[in-house]
């Protein structure tokens, strides 16, 4: 008991204070830190993991002041118990919305001293440099604020793929591989000049858009990061080039794209689009054209070989037990396919409506729940009742 007294009262060492100001003490916040504005915006990959948190928390252990973040009103962000800013500036209604809907409530008088009163609490931020992440157009008076200016990070590569839908376009086109891009953020969507690259992530045979964003936003954050890091010490950003004009891939595009054609679509097409289309929920779904009427197709399953008919012609109706009993058998360019189908559409309702999450498909390999032998004595059975 004595020998423990004695150590309870005998000075700690050198060795002893440093470990305890590690454990005990907060670290602190670095006097050459920089000032940042973060725009999160509501269409960022969010669900039980919100990456907009995880992007916060980041730049916080990198010793940068969070100065304000932008968000809009029912942004869970808002209640995160981590957050650490020192201000949270709520998005005006006159910045809600998509690109022409904001420039349209632009041009409005009423709406002036509404965004008025938002420049000026941006202001007050003092801030060095912005963050647009996952955030819709914003008008230019915001983006010159920061002395460095606004950063945004784009799900997908510039210039060849702009706009909401990269991942989408990329399962689509059949891309083997896909990188995220940070660039200034200039008056036009998705240009300016690049900053960085994100790493670049494979593509599997088996990805949906949802697996793929998720992989380029954890890439995209690292790029964040790392290019706040490079600014902080230099005081400008690395390697910047000049970008040119590339192709789009907007909502408006992917719904063109969402329709099946029969005559051009071979099986690794069809494929493509059933990931692309039922592997997330952007309400617009896969869609199949028959006798002049289009139908919601939420699964497909393929078969190559040879059938009876021309591309686009239901030849059969599936026999088997299964959720594609008595679905449409199509032929296809080089061979059959077996539809889940959903309702008769209309062809022209863009934007779709409805939601369809309940029903997204997995990314990975799945086992076939119909058989190339029952397919073609479906066929048969249906030969013989049309003869």
Avoid at 130 to 139: A, E, H, L, T
Avoid at 222 to 248: A, M, P, W
Avoid at 299 to 306: A, R, S, T, V
Avoid at 324 to 351: C, E, K, M, W, Y
Wanted: include cysteine; charged fraction near 25%.
């Amino acid at each position: 008991m004595e020998n423990l007294k004695e150590n309870q009262n005998k000075p700690l060492s050198d060795l002893e204070i440093i470990l305890l100001e590690k454990i005990l003490i907060p670290k602190k916040q670095k006097k050459n830190s920089l000032r940042i504005i973060i725009y999160l915006g509501n269409s960022r990959p969010r669900g039980r993991f919100d990456f907009g948190a995880e992007l916060l928390k980041k730049i916080d252990r990198e010793g940068h002041y969070i100065a304000g973040i932008i968000v809009e009103k029912n942004d869970p962000v808002i209640v995160y118990p981590s957050l650490k800013a020192k201000k949270i500036l709520l998005l005006p209604e006159v910045l809600t919305g998509s690109t022409v809907s904001i420039k349209d409530k632009m041009s409005r008088p009423e709406f002036k001293t509404q965004f008025d009163d938002f420049l000026k609490k941006l202001q007050s931020c003092a801030a060095d440099v912005g963050i647009v992440f996952y955030g819709f157009w914003i008008p230019p008076e915001i983006y010159t604020i920061p002395r460095y200016g606004f950063l945004n990070y784009h799900p997908g590569p510039l210039p060849f793929l702009r706009g909401m839908e990269p991942d989408t376009f990329a399962v689509i086109e059949g891309w083997k591989k896909i990188w995220g891009t940070l660039h200034k953020v200039e008056s036009a969507f998705d240009t300016g000049n690049i900053i960085t690259k994100s790493k670049i992530i494979k593509i599997r045979k088996y990805d949906t858009p949802l697996s793929i964003l998720k992989k380029l936003t954890e890439a995209g954050i690292e790029s964040i990061t790392g290019t706040l890091k490079y600014l902080h010490k230099h005081k400008c950003f690395r390697n910047i080039v000049l970008q040119d004009k590339g192709s789009h891939a907007t909502l408006k595009m992917a719904y063109e794209k969402s329709f099946i054609n029969w005559d051009n679509d071979s099986n690794i097409n069809l494929d493509r689009k059933l990931r692309a289309f039922c592997g997330q929920n952007i309400n617009i779904r896969l869609k199949a054209p028959f006798n002049n009427n289009y139908y919601i197709v939420y699964d497909i399953e393929l078969f190559k070989g040879n059938f009876p008919g021309t591309p686009g012609i239901i030849i059969g109706y599936y026999t088997g037990k299964s959720k594609f009993l008595l679905q449409p058998i199509v032929r296809t360019i080089d061979g059959a396919a077996v539809l889940f189908t959903g309702n008769q559409i209309s062809g022209d309702s863009f934007p779709e409506e409805g939601d369809y999450a309940d029903l997204i498909i997995p990314p990975r390999k799945r086992k076939k729940e119909t058989k190339k032998s029952l397919v073609k004595k479906s066929i048969a059975v249906f030969s013989k009742y049309l003869n």
